[in-house]
Each structure stands twice: as structure tokens, then as C-alpha cells.
């Protein structure tokens, strides 16, 4: 891997002071997530026979949810008699939806640099039930690559769920 080369940025921009470690790896968890997307469509375009282009259209702009609702509806229809395949499909979009949550709770932030190279977290919300609610947690690049690494296996299980596929009659 070649490491990404910084630059002074142009005059009159405000930039962050997040250590180009941490901005590596919320890249990383941005490509490792797209790609979870291309294996959910990947899954929905062979449960539905294979047709590329029709099963590229119909999941183009799919938000994720939709992405596994469609998988599930189709896997379910694919095996109705296969309660045990159905629900290995159900642990594995299980955990791929668990993945997205820490994923958007990780993209959905801001990112503040702290003291003594500390990095933290920090989501605002404000809603009638709660009011103002501010989260700060500290984070390292261990966490995020750990989020990285949870979206990888269920990418690599949702995969499998297509190569595990009983060829169409």
C-alpha cells in the first residue's frame, strides 16, 4: 500500500487537524461499505436469474435497507423449503445491518482533534423527546479499522450466500 501523500492546501481554506492515519482509514471504511452495496446487488441479481442489466437497473440507487430487504425477500423465495439456509441469510444480513449501523455512526460524525493527539467523535442531535444531546467518544484507528474488518467478513458471508446458491431448474 503506498502511503497517500499530503500537501499545503490553498490559501483561505480551513481544513482538519485529524492525523492522516485516522482520515486513511474512515477512506477505507467509505470503500470496504460500497463494496458490502455491490455484493448485496451482486446477491440480488443472481437470485433473480443472472441479468445483469436488468438487475443493475432495478439496484442502482438502492439505499442499503432496500438493498437487504430485496435480498431477503428473494433469498426467502429462492429456498422456501431450506429453513436452515434461510436462516444462515438471516444471520448474515443480520450482521451486515449491524456493520452498517457502526459504519453510519463512524461516517455521520464530526471528527475533532484533540489534546496530546487525541481524536474524538462527535455527534449533535436535538429532538423533542431528548432535547440537546451531544456524544463525544475518543477514538484511535484501531476502532475504525475494527468497524473496517466487520464490514469486510459479512461482505465476504454475503458473497458466500451467492456462491451457495442452488443453480435454477
Given amino acids: 500500500m503506498t502511503k497517500a501523500k499530503t500537501r499545503e492546501p490553498p490559501a483561505g481554506t480551513l481544513t482538519t487537524a485529524i492525523p492522516m492515519e485516522y482520515l486513511v482509514s474512515l477512506g477505507r471504511l467509505h470503500v470496504q ?10 446477491l440480488i441479481k443472481a437470485l433473480l436469474g443472472g441479468d445483469s442489466v436488468r438487475s443493475t437497473i432495478a439496484t442502482a440507487n438502492m439505499r442499503f435497507q ?22 444462515r441469510m438471516e444471520a448474515v444480513l443480520g450482521n451486515a445491518c449491524a456493520a452498517e449501523a457502526q459504519r453510519n455512526q463512524l ?8 489534546d496530546a493527539g487525541a ?17 463525544d467518544e475518543q477514538m484511535t484507528v484501531e476502532d475504525i479499522e475494527a468497524v473496517v474488518s466487520r464490514l469486510a467478513e459479512v461482505t465476504f458471508d454475503v458473497m458466500k450466500l451467492g456462491q451457495e446458491l442452488p443453480r435454477p431448474e
Fill in 107 to 114: 461516517v455521520h460524525s464530526m471528527w475533532i482533534a484533540g
Fill in 33 to 42: 461499505f460500497a463494496l458490502l452495496e455491490h455484493r448485496l446487488a451482486q
Fill in 119 to 135: 481524536v474524538y467523535r462527535t455527534k449533535i442531535n436535538a429532538g423533542q423527546k431528548k432535547g440537546l444531546v451531544v456524544h
Fill in 66 to 87: 432496500t438493498l437487504v430487504d430485496v435480498c431477503s425477500s428473494l433469498y426467502r423465495h429462492r429456498l422456501l423449503n431450506a429453513p436452515d439456509r434461510i436462516a
